[in-house]
């Protein structure tokens, strides 16, 4: 089967609210995919759909091209966390695997094997309802992988995680997607993504902002932009200006330049005589392409809003 | 106490669930009682029937309804892990279970009043069609018959005190479910065992002790001196009953982490 | 099919997995036995209710009633009889006793009786293969109020003509024949019985049941009564095939420990016998008083357990978000609906199968008696009430699918099947809207744990007050299987319409 999940044009109302508005994208297998945007842009709902746990008026979301209830059993085709507090407290973390993997034709020792995949060994045979939220995650990830299915798809999975737990989940994410898996990670929180995204789908008010590769956006947000550290504030501004580029101060001792590369800045500092103690090219962090991209999504959708009025 | 008691009373009236459980108590204790005044004859003089209670069956099907809604008050809590919030806010468990309680018994209060209001008119305006006339020895129901009255305020009252004691069940148990169930089960099983004990010392006993008998024989107008227990001493009975409850419910609450 | 299974093991651990609910299991069953014990020490001291005592068994095992006045000879092989049944009259019914005494025997009346007779007032022939009580019999008769029938061996009754008053027995080989005319030549045959062959007494017999007027008030029943006397006029009395030079005997067969066995009178004038009888021969009835089923009183407890965890099966899943990883596991919801159902009717039908064996078991032992209830009945009771368990259990699992709210589906499952039987049987409601109750609620169910059986030979009020379901058994258990098919059905639809 082809690791893929594939969303086409899913349009859902609750109401008068407009929850998904022609959501569409694509996540391939061998990398993750980050889906980001603020709450309630729609990416619960939009896994939901992809589950067949909530209904579309239109759209089709297909999993390795079929639709997830035509799935005989499912888990061996997409694991799923969606909420991690979804437990019965007084069933043991185990039990809680275990009928799952009933459910799918599985037996105790797959069971076992996930559980230690994940950490829980030792805790398995406790009742979930004492676990932290960081146990329940890992819970929900070790379920998502009972099936050893080829898409993953995980809603918010850093959340509760202390930071240990972040650097595991990141580490654990990549793997999966370097075994050639489809992984599909919601987060509202782009920094939690850093170094473990591959790609990027960006949500906001129900429809896809962007789906771009993270290289792509963060060479874009970057720019060629280059900090520049100097004891010489206002000498290395004028130097500069003269040359064309445009100049911000960004703290005492640093300035942003834009409109020259790192090497001219260089040359048109020296020939100045004007002391730096360090010039580099601008490299934006993920955090900061994502927050260019949702402003921008916030004024693209200012405008239908008035229209629509 | 007073800001808990605002506090318990806010939470009460700004969810939905409460209000048309109130509706629905009173609601469902009218509607059987109308069944019951409608499926009711009196053929002939001294049919010996107890016509004030025959018009207030429909608290058997109120009971039920109340106790739904004494043991959301605190099961709802439970369910969402909104009790640590309401802990965190009143420590102490007794003011709040005593918070609790003036709530529920005033929510109780309104679905009671109409609803026993209503079954009392249904019975009222329904029973003479019946054969309940005066010449068959059935003046028309009246509260200013002395006897009418304790029925139908008892009948009040017996609600309030049903909801008291699933209130102090279901601080006790912590699940709504169970709760409704354990109070369901309290209420309804001792009328069944009745019917199936022969031993008059037995039945006496039981007609003595458990709540929902204890407590309905408040609605007693004729044959008052015959009963195992009398009125208010049943009522009494029944107000044990959700005295031990709360008590029970605030021990537990006050032992047990949240 | 073999996706089905995984998904019934799914479930299964699911249920076995979470401590309270096996706990719930166990206190079920607890419960019942713990109401047998009580339902049983709570009857103990009336171990001689309202035809009570060390009843005679009729043939086939149900228990009897046998008293007649029988004018008799022997009958050794096939033969004959006939009679004209000239009169058929009732005494006075005895004042209603003061104060709860027990009713007394009439004196014999002075004058000769007037009254009109019992409606089953009995007064014909008999073939019975002896005298004691609950030998095997055959007879026809005139009746006070339902016209000629042939009866035999206590439990079968069939009509004849409403107007004849001959009447005639033939005994050929293993079979009795009964006859009735208006006029001693045209004779209709009225039915057969089986008789084994061989040595038996023939001849006339009297008996009636005692005067009864039942009653129900809020809360309970009663029964008010008390003997009366029959009596019998026959002339032209031919037997054929009896012993050379045998005469007629009277002899009055009735329950031994009878206090109020009837006086004993038979006057042969002539052509004319004159017999007083009392007593009825015919099947026992229940009425008020103990009955076997009251071991069972505890699945009204057990019942509240199994609808808790029906409910809880399924909302504890929808109130923690649990709901959409079953559905991620299993997409096909109402697949998903079918194996809980199995699975919880399943686990609660083994769970009542233990409890009301237990508690059957337990209250025959303190009640030291079965009532007569045959061991199919026995079964009937044991396996009806867990299969009653099973699926009130899958009724509460469809109500919390729909209402998804765990204490609001606990309180409509008991009320819809507790509420009406306490309506009905504790006699709230007047007879006739408690049977309609009982047809159509689902605590028509319980139904299957009634032992009476209704006879229409036998004067009785067959309301719910005196335990009388208006269905049979199964029947009464078929309404509350409807409304968890129709519950079922609603929660498909739900399931399917619905977001998870």
């Given amino acids: ?96 695997l275990l009928w799952q993997a009933h459910s799918q034709r599985l037996g105790g020792k797959r069971v076992d094997e996930v559980l230690r ?108 932009r280059v900090t520049l550290r100097t004891s010489a504030r206002t000498e290395a501004m004028t130097a500069l200006a003269r040359e064309g580029a445009t100049v911000a101060v960004t703290d005492r001792d640093t300035l942003t330049v834009d409109g020259l590369p790192a090497d001219r800045v260089v040359v048109v500092l020296s020939g100045a005589g004007v002391p730096f103690s360090e010039v580099a090219a601008h490299r934006a962090t993920l955090e900061e392409a994502y927050m260019d991209l949702t402003r921008d999504a916030v004024e693209f959708r200012a405008e239908p809003t008035e229209v629509a009025r | ?120 008119l249904a019975g009222r305006l329904m029973l003479p069609g019946r054969g309940f006339t005066a010449a068959h020895g059935y003046p028309p129901l009246s509260l200013t018959d002395g006897a009418t009255l304790r029925a139908v305020a008892g009948s009040v009252l017996y609600l309030t005190l049903v909801a008291l004691m699933s209130l102090g069940l279901a601080a006790a148990v912590r699940d709504a479910p169970t709760g409704v169930g354990t109070v369901l089960g309290v209420l309804y099983l001792a009328p069944v065992l009745i019917t199936v004990v022969s031993d008059p010392d037995w039945e006496k006993r039981l007609r003595q002790l458990t709540p929902s008998n204890a407590g309905l024989s408040i609605q007693h107008t004729i044959g008052v001196a015959d009963l195992p227990i009398g009125p208010w001493a049943g009522l009494g009975v029944l107000a044990l009953w959700s005295a031990g409850a709360l008590l029970l419910g605030g021990l537990l609450l006050r032992l047990r982490d949240a | 099919m073999s996706g089905f299974v995984g998904l019934l093991h799914a479930e299964l651990t699911k249920f076995r ?102 409606p089953w007032a009995k007064a014909g022939l008999i073939v019975k293969s002896g005298t004691a009580p609950g030998s095997p019999y055959a007879a026809v008769m005139v009746t006070g109020g339902h016209g000629v029938r042939m009866q035999h061996d206590f439990v079968h009754d069939t009509a004849g003509p409403a107007d004849a008053r001959w009447l005639r027995l033939v005994r050929a080989g293993g079979t009795v024949t009964g006859y009735a005319s208006a006029d001693g030549t045209a004779w209709t045959q009225v039915g057969t019985a089986a008789l084994a062959a061989g040595e038996a007494t023939a001849g006339i017999f009297v008996a009636t049941p005692g005067h009864e007027e039942f009653d129900q008030y809020p809360g309970g029943a009663s029964s008010i009564g008390g003997k009366v006397i029959a009596t ?36 042969h004038d002539g052509d004319t016998f004159t017999v007083q009888g009392s007593g009825d021969v015919a099947p026992a009835t229940g009425g008020p008083g103990p009955k076997l089923e009251q071991t069972l009183v505890g699945s009204f407890a057990a019942l509240t357990v199994v609808a808790v965890l029906g409910v809880l099966f399924v909302t504890t899943e929808y109130r923690r978000g649990l709901v959409r990883t079953t559905f991620t596991t299993t997409p096909g919801r109402i697949r998903v609906l079918a194996a809980k159902a199995v699975v919880l009717g399943a686990i609660t039908f083994a769970v009542g199968l233990v409890a009301s064996t237990g508690a059957l078991l ?68 007047p007879a006739v809207p408690a049977q309609w109750v009982l047809r159509l609620t689902p605590a028509a169910a319980f139904a299957v744990q009634q032992t009476l059986h209704v006879w229409p030979q036998v004067y009785q009020a067959y309301t719910p007050a005196f335990g009388y379901f208006p269905l049979s058994a199964w029947g009464g258990f078929a309404v509350l299987c409807g409304w968890t098919a129709a519950a079922l059905a609603i929660a498909a639809v739900l399931l399917r319409r619905r977001d998870a």
């Fill in chain 3, 17 to 118: 997995s979470v401590r309270g609910w096996v706990i719930g299991c166990g206190l079920a069953v607890f419960l019942m036995l713990l109401f047998a014990g009580l339902a049983g020490a709570g009857n103990s001291h009336t171990g001689n209710g309202p035809g009570g005592g060390a009843l005679p068994v009729g043939p086939d095992g149900t228990r009897v009633l046998d008293g007649l006045t029988l004018v008799h000879q022997p009958l050794d092989g096939d033969g004959s009889l006939t009679v004209r049944v000239a009169s058929l009259v009732g005494s006075e019914p005895p004042e209603p006793p003061q104060d709860g005494a027990a009713p007394t025997a009439p004196e014999r009346p002075a004058a000769p009786p007037t009254a009109a007779p019992e």
């Fill in chain 2, 1 to 120: 106490m007073t800001g808990a008691l605002h506090a318990e009373w806010t939470k009460l009236r700004t969810v939905a669930g409460p209000l048309w459980l109130v509706v629905g108590a009173a609601a469902l204790t009218a509607a059987l009682s109308v069944a019951a005044v409608a499926a009711a004859e009196c053929p002939a003089t001294g049919c010996g029937q107890d016509a004030v209670r025959t018009s207030l069956t429909g608290v058997q099907l109120g009971q039920a309804i109340v106790a739904v809604l004494a043991v959301l008050v605190i099961g709802d809590e439970y369910r969402t892990g909104l009790i640590r919030t309401t802990l965190a806010t009143v420590p102490s468990r007794v003011t709040v279970l005593a918070a609790k309680g003036a709530v529920v018994a005033g929510a109780t209060l309104a679905a009671a009043v109409p609803g026993v209001l209503g079954a009392y």
């Fill in chain 3, 362 to 429: 337990l209250g025959k032992a303190i009640l030291g008696e079965d009532y007569g209830a045959t061991v199919g009945t026995q079964v009937r009771l044991v396996v009806g009430t867990a299969a009653l368990l099973a699926v009130a259990a899958v009724f509460a699992l469809a109500i919390g699918t729909i209402l998804r709210r765990g204490a609001g589906a606990v309180a409509a499952v008991v009320v819809l099947i507790t509420l009406p039987y306490i309506l009905s049987v504790a006699a709230v409601l």
């Fill in chain 3, 232 to 267: 019998g006029t026959f002339d032209n009395l031919v037997i054929a095939g009896g012993r050379p030079g045998a005469g007629w005997e009277t002899r009055a067969v009735a329950n031994e420990n009878d206090p109020q066995a009837p006086p004993l009178l038979s006057e």
């Fill in chain 1, 1 to 96: 089967m082809e690791a893929t999940i594939k969303v086409d044009g899913l349009r859902k109302t609750y109401g008068s609210t407009v929850a998904l508005d022609g959501m569409t994208f694509t996540v391939n297998p061998g990398r993750v995919t980050a889906f980001v945007g603020p709450n309630g842009a729609g990416k619960s709902t939009t896994m939901r759909v992809v589950l067949g746990l909530d209904r579309v008026d239109a759209g089709t979301a297909l999993i390795g091209g079929r639709p997830y209830r035509s799935l005989r059993t499912p888990l061996r085709h997409v694991g799923a966390l969606l909420d991690a507090s979804a437990l019965h407290p007084s069933r043991s973390g185990r039990d809680h």
């Fill in chain 1, 117 to 224: 995949l994940t950490g829980l060994a030792d805790v398995g045979r406790r009742s979930a309802g004492g676990y932290s939220l960081g146990m329940r995650q890992r819970l929900g990830v070790a379920g998502a992988l009972l099936g050893d299915p080829p898409v993953l798809m995980l809603d918010e999975p850093f959340n509760g995680l202390d930071p240990e737990g972040i650097r595991w989940m990141r580490g654990f994410l990549r793997a999966l997607a370097a075994e050639g898996r489809a992984v599909l990670v919601s987060s509202h929180l782009m920094s939690e993504l850093q170094d473990t995204a591959g790609h990027l789908v960006v949500v906001g008010r129900g429809r896809v902002v962007a789906d771009t590769s993270v290289a792509d956006l963060i060479a874009a947000a970057s720019g060629d």
